[in-house]
């Protein structure tokens, strides 16, 4: 069993900067692929960024490429998604889970609001 929890989160303007944090507990969290996900109000949860067990390999949705980066610390059992140039169209809320995602796995997730 793996339990995610996601943090930081919150309100900035247009044109700023977040850095999400997702900790993991439990079996190895070296051995998962990680994703971050996110959810707008009506609208169908999407990945937004992926990373593979080693971090050798990434992937970013169209509409986050050059402006989102995904990392990984498995030492520390932590993914990151550090967030740049935000656009209200990023407000939603975002969660980790392993890649492809584990219906057991998801965790509260991390607010984001991007206002214009």
């Known amino acids: 069993q793996v339990q995610l929890v996601e943090s930081g989160g919150g309100l900035v303007q247009a044109g700023g900067s977040l850095r999400l944090s997702c900790t993991a507990s439990?079996?190895?969290?070296?051995?998962?692929?990680m994703g971050w996900f996110r959810q707008a109000p009506g609208k169908e949860r999407e990945l937004v960024a992926a990373?593979?067990?080693?971090?050798?390999?990434?992937y970013y949705a169209d509409s986050v490429k050059g402006r989102f980066t995904i990392s990984r610390d498995n030492a520390k059992n932590t993914v990151y998604l550090q967030m740049n140039s935000l656009k209200p169209n990023d407000t939603a809320v975002y969660y980790c889970?392993?890649?492809?995602?584990?219906?057991?796995?998801w965790g509260q997730g991390t607010q984001v609001t991007v206002s214009a």
């Open positions: 889970n392993c890649n492809p995602p584990v219906r057991q796995y």
């Open positions: 439990g079996r190895t969290f070296s051995s998962y692929a």
């Open positions: 990373i593979s067990m080693k971090a050798a390999n990434t």
